[in-house]
């Protein structure tokens, strides 16, 4: 069965300085590998997604993930924080079952 | 409309009560998902419509919960005989049909059970 881990329930870090949400997956087959963002009292957003091709995949506000297909991981991460930056974020992951699958969520809080 | 509609946004109900939540997903989108998140936690899966294929049910938490999807289109997710502990924000998603792309979320309807 298709799954996605997300080791760290609460990310902190100070603005400016790069930041890494981790996730791992378990797939059967080719895993397709999405990032959401959910601001306070507002809906999910897409983020970014892994298909095929380059490992480094660059997203929305700056937000870019690498897909590490022998560590079965898809870390987001930043180069630089922004205090904005401070939400919910998912992992997902899509299989052959086409279902869409989602992590527990990392809070990141990026503090001035 | 440009997004996925739910409705209604906020929903307070007695417990035993029947209640009915719809979503409106984006035009030709044939992938349609419905999930619940509690007090800003995880995304739990409940169920998934593509196409005319016979839906995934896996994530139901029980038999009071049910959905249907008519024509293709609107999906209405019905909750029968209502727990507290039914309390949390129900999220539709829509996507265009195949693996790589991504859902579309509406805003999601919060429910109470009092």
């Known amino acids: 069965a298709q799954s996605v881990a997300q080791p760290e329930d609460q990310v902190n870090v100070a603005e400016g300085n790069p930041l890494t949400v981790k996730c791992t997956y378990s797939?059967?087959?080719?895993?397709?590998l999405f990032w959401y963002v959910q601001y306070p009292n507002r809906g999910l957003q897409f983020l970014l997604k892994?298909?095929?091709?380059?490992?480094l995949v660059k997203g929305s506000y700056g937000f870019e993930a690498e897909f590490n297909k022998s560590q079965t991981s898809f870390h987001l991460k930043k180069p630089s924080a922004l205090v904005s930056d401070s939400a919910l974020y998912f992992c997902?992951?899509?299989?052959?079952?086409?279902?869409?699958?989602f992590g527990t969520g990392t809070r990141l809080q990026v503090f001035p | 409309g440009a997004g996925v509609s739910q409705s209604p946004s906020n929903k307070v109900t007695e417990k035993g009560k029947d209640v009915e939540l719809r979503c409106d997903p984006i035009?030709?989108?044939?992938?349609l998902y419905w999930y619940r998140q509690s007090l800003g936690q995880g995304l739990e899966f409940l169920i998934y419509?593509?196409?005319?294929?016979?839906?995934?049910k896996s994530g139901l938490p029980s038999d009071r919960f049910s959905a249907e999807r008519t024509g293709g289109s609107v999906s209405t997710l019905t909750i029968q005989r209502t727990q507290q502990e039914d309390s949390a924000v129900y999220l539709c998603?829509?996507?265009?049909?195949?693996?790589?792309?991504?859902?579309?979320f509406g805003q999601g309807t919060r429910l109470t059970v009092v």
């Open positions: 035009s030709g989108h044939t992938a």
């Open positions: 797939v059967s087959g080719n895993p397709y």
């Open positions: 892994y298909i095929t091709g380059d490992n």
């Open positions: 419509f593509q196409g005319n294929s016979a839906p995934d």
């Open positions: 998603a829509s996507s265009s049909p195949g693996q790589i792309y991504e859902a579309f």
């Open positions: 997902a992951v899509r299989a052959h079952t086409d279902k869409l699958i």
